[in-house]
């Protein structure tokens, strides 16, 4: 159950994909987009005693291959970042695409919250 909604910011890449007027790939500005349904399970917590005090945790993500309004969302990658409600998180590593009986179905990614 995809029980919460995000935003993702695409972080070096303009969304829908700018081509110039010979249909070649044009670099943009970076994009956001929203309203793309969400599950977060927490997947680890730890505490460094060590040097300073600081709690460290990671999330699982699961989100939609559509938003809300039946788009389809961008194309993820390690690179973005997911905006949720109780902050910013940053991807970990290259997401998952997940597929049932043959088609894409959801992304699955792991992901760190981003301080500041």
């Known amino acids: ?10 972080t070096d890449r303009a969304e829908p994909p700018v081509k110039d007027r ?22 680890d917590a ?3 005693v060590r040097d300073r005090d600081q709690q460290s945790r990671t999330f699982r993500y699961m989100l939609a291959l559509r938003d809300i309004a039946g788009e389809w969302t961008v194309a993820i990658t390690g690179r973005d970042v997911i905006v949720d409600a109780d902050g910013e998180f940053k991807i970990i590593g290259d997401p998952e695409l997940v597929c049932r009986r043959r088609r894409p179905h959801h992304w699955e990614l792991t992901a760190r919250r981003v301080d500041g």
């Open 22 to 43: 010979y249909g070649s790939r044009v670099h943009g500005e970076p994009g956001f987009h929203d309203n793309i349904r969400a599950r977060r399970n927490l997947a």
């Open 46 to 48: 730890t505490e460094d």
């Open 1 to 10: 159950m995809l029980d919460r909604r995000v935003g993702i910011r695409t």
